[in-house]
């Protein structure tokens, strides 16, 4: 699980094969499928009722976990959902009563580009952005986050102590957002990492710049 705490953000993808395909979007259903067209195929598709992300194919396999999708906060549940595209860039808004979310695509790049705009408190509460990816895939990360390592709790339900004594937790994957612009869990041949641009991504943060929060959790399922 990639969990950045701000919402301007790239959600890269990166390998070494080239294999290109036709850039553009289709709608079906509740379903927007946009082709990035990129020499590493990636094809994206976003529900249009809801906002979340609920399907990341990358070179042909499903990065998205598929039990619980990626989206703001735990989902914003509903949403007015648009498609539009400009030349070599397809814009998905999402609208909701107190932000707009967007996801961009560049003809021919591997990249989920975001942004969040708000007017006001967002009812899903922290705004945050979380990733769940498929940890079958994505095994590697930030060791001390690998929850799925534990067997008990030692503190709450967030730090978990396994059979050799060591405790994980996804807190332990904390960066200082002075020193935090780039998230990463990677596979054999492939590293997806959330990319945040520096200084602007926090700087309507709360906390300042040593503020830390969660990057990433190793969970049984999703990373």
Do not use: W
């Not at 709790?153 to 996804?170: H, I, L, M």
């Amino acid at each position: 699980m990639l969990n950045p705490t701000n919402l301007l953000l790239l959600l890269s993808f990166f390998a070494v094969r080239t294999v290109y395909a036709a850039f553009g979007y289709s709608t079906s259903g509740s379903t927007i499928t946009i082709d990035a067209g990129s020499s590493n195929t990636l094809v994206i598709k976003v529900n249009n009722q809801s906002c979340d992300i609920t399907s990341l194919v990358y070179r042909g396999a499903e990065y998205q976990y598929q039990s619980t999708y990626s989206h703001i906060a735990s989902g914003l549940g509903s949403a007015t959902v648009s498609v539009t595209q400009s030349g070599s860039y397809i814009k998905v808004t999402c609208v909701t009563s107190t932000l707009t979310h967007y996801y961009v695509v560049k003809s021919g790049d591997s990249t989920v580009y975001m942004a969040t705009y708000t007017t006001a408190e967002p009812s899903v509460g922290e705004l945050r952005y979380i990733a769940r990816l498929n940890r079958s895939l994505l095994p590697n990360g930030i060791e001390g986050s690998y929850t799925d390592l534990g067997s008990s709790t030692v503190e709450g339900s967030d730090v978990f102590r396994a059979s050799d004594g060591k405790t994980y937790s996804k807190f332990y994957s904390s960066v200082r957002h002075i020193d935090d612009q780039v998230h990463y869990v990677s596979g054999t041949d492939v590293v997806i990492s959330m990319v945040i641009p520096n200084p602007t991504s926090y700087e309507t943060s709360s906390g300042g710049p040593f503020h830390r929060d969660i990057n990433s959790d190793r969970g049984a399922s999703y990373h």
